[in-house]
Nanobody, 120 residues
Framework: QVQLVESGGGLVQAGGSLRLSCAAS????????MKWHRQAPGKQRELVAA???????NYADSVKGRFTISRDNAKNTVYLEMNSLKPEDTAVYYC??????????????WGQGTQVTVSS
């Protein structure tokens, strides 16, 4: 069993900052890509940022230059530093990781989500 637990969400004014964390635990032999997704009310879930085990990153166009994804492989933790937040960043943010626990395949594990609300 693998668990992902997010933290760091909350309410912030437009222009403010938040830092999300997501820690993976359980039977983990290795983790490949780690990602942050978000889902706003009435909208589809979208990929916000991703980071490979080697540290390569990519971002949605809407957050480039404002958000930074990073990871600590020793702690099996991924972070999302969010700056210059806008009301349209309001959403539930979900952590996702491709985890190898043995066997043939990587498992795509998901966290429970953390709410980020940006007031105007």
């Amino acid at each position: 069993q693998v668990q992902l637990v997010e933290s760091g969400g909350g309410l912030v004014q437009a222009g403010g900052s938040l830092r999300l964390s997501c820690a993976a635990s359980g039977r983990i032999l290795s983790i490949n890509a780690m990602k942050w997704h978000r889902q706003a009310p009435g909208k589809q879930r979208e990929l916000v940022a991703a980071i490979t085990s080697g540290g390569s990153t990519n971002y949605a166009d809407s957050v480039k230059g404002r958000f930074t994804i990073s990871r600590d492989n020793a702690k099996n933790t991924v972070y999302l530093e969010m700056n210059s937040l806008k009301p349209e960043d309001t959403a539930v943010y979900y952590c996702n990781a491709d985890v190898y626990s043995g066997g043939t395949y990587y498992l795509s594990a998901w966290g429970q989500g953390t709410q980020v609300t940006v007031s105007s």
